[in-house]
């Protein structure tokens, strides 16, 4: 009798152990990858836009966000801002506005996806720079 008792504390013990590892497994998973650690606006030229992958294709672009320019509005001090995109509405809007000035709206997720883009910067909204 005593080893059935053992056995069944031992089974309901190992339940709520992997309960509790599926539990922080699930909320780790969130917060890596859909939890939206940072968003805001970067301005700047939209340099690239392409689809590109070999198993997954997704949209990933590129703009130069110019510190300093000089009179002929030539960026001399820049710095590059990767950036996926999701919805292919919005990706037809970039690969129009291409070698433009634009105001784009992020997210930033904690990691990435390799079905929803190269980078952790997600792009939702973009706007052309008057």
């Known amino acids: 009798m005593k080893l ?10 190992l339940r709520i152990a992997l309960f509790i590892i599926i539990l922080i497994a699930a909320g780790v998973g969130y917060w890596k990858y859909f939890y939206t650690y940072s968003e805001g606006y970067r301005a700047g030229l939209l340099q690239k836009f392409t689809k590109k992958g070999n198993v997954f294709k997704t949209y990933e672009g590129e703009i130069i966000l110019s510190s300093v320019t000089s009179t002929t509005n030539v960026a001399l001090a820049s710095e590059k801002f990767f950036f996926s995109v999701v919805d292919d509405s919005l990706a037809q809007i970039l690969d129009t506005l291409q070698g433009q000035f634009v105001i784009v709206h992020y997210k930033q997720k904690n990691g990435k996806v390799i079905w929803k883009g190269d ?3 997600f ?8």
């Not at 792009?123 to 008057?130: E, I, R, T, Y």
């Open 4 to 13: 059935d008792g053992v056995k069944k504390i031992a089974r309901r013990s």
């Open 119 to 121: 980078t952790p910067y």
């Open 123 to 130: 792009v939702d909204n973009v706007k052309p720079k008057d």
